[in-house]
DNA sequence: TCTTGAAATAACCAGATAGTTATTTATGCT
DNA sequence: AGCATAAATAACTATCTGGTTATTTCAAGA
């Protein structure tokens, strides 16, 4: 195979690097508690070359956020729901939702913390906007498609239900630690996590399906 | 009318400024971004005298979660649904998660903080496991109550139901400066406001209510 | 009025931290 | 081979920051 030979100076290998570094950082410390020399370090790289390749912390920081938005709906986009039977894509939409919160956790904490800061590294980014766009419309389609087989209810609103769609996987996610204080429950334990899907997708269908068809589905 | 007399001297008033600046400056920058300097001049305090009294940074922040986290609450006992009609009951109790969510910003904020941070301040705080456990007691008798009057559904689980009730308000607010730019709209406008609190009373009712229950009150 | 302890303050410190400067080293091109 | 340029490094700096020390000020009880 063609072994890509060990170079000692390469550009593309260490933003690379710094970048995924970065993410890590700032997803546990949030923008305000990552270190920039703690991010060189684990990169194995100089903290000058963050300087050199991204201009400086906060710059990086947008740049990382972008990608790790830019991954999930890429992540999303994959799953192809046009082709399913309307039912089975919000199952499986809810699904990734959940298993993608828990497989990259890091996602979670970005998006946080630029919050915090009441977004004013994407407030001007085109390329977050352009990446948003396909993805809401994927919920008008679905809608759309699903109140035309009479499966769904015709008057729901694409964007509140994708706020709900995430919002029942997210902030059991986010606030798990909390949680498992206040529920006094291991809320990540597998049975836990397994029961807390079924539940969401249950919700999911209570709330956009007419209740003939939650009838059908229930007797069946 | 008996006017307290302004003391130069005032423990409990210093104590009580100073909790009040934290609780501000930890909302808006977090755990790590709050500076203990700001905290003291936002309190026309002295430094010295948020060490003397509350210990260190840590400690304090420990201590304002707490306080917040008690009023919320205290607000929420203060509701009496036990007296309300379940459907009526959990009407409001969506509405007054949503309302206390936009009063008090901070609220949300500090909990974010306190779970980028594992929750380590409050782990082992018995003060915050007794203030919660009155909660999680009042919606199991909701659910019971609604299910007994055949309104509910019988199998529903109280923890379940109380994250999911919390998420729909948290998310959408904790999110909203991400999910204007996001969705390309305004999320706040009042009307937008009053659209998503009807959109997740809908959503609750669907969840809990049995499709009979939903079919009267839609009919109605 | 005098004494005593708590309340309050200001100045300070050591370590941390984002960002820079000056310099060296490898790579691709001719 | 040698040159020009980009990549990489280390050492440095000004400022910030949580926490402390030394000291002063006030108020209440005897």
Redesign the pocket.
Known sequence: MALAKK?????DE?QRRILAAAKVEFAKNGLGG????VIAARAN?????M??YFG??EALFKLVLENAYGDFRAAEAALALDKEEPVTALRKWVAFSWNYFIANPEFITLVNSENLHKARHIKNSKRMQEMSRPFVGRMETLLRRGAEAGLFRADLDAVQMNITLASVSYYYLTNRFTGTIVFERDLMSEAALKERLEFNIQSMLRIVCTPETLRKMEHA
């Open positions: 170079k000692f100076r390469d550009p260490t990552a270190r920039v020399d790289a100089n903290k000058r070359m300087y050199h400086n912390k």
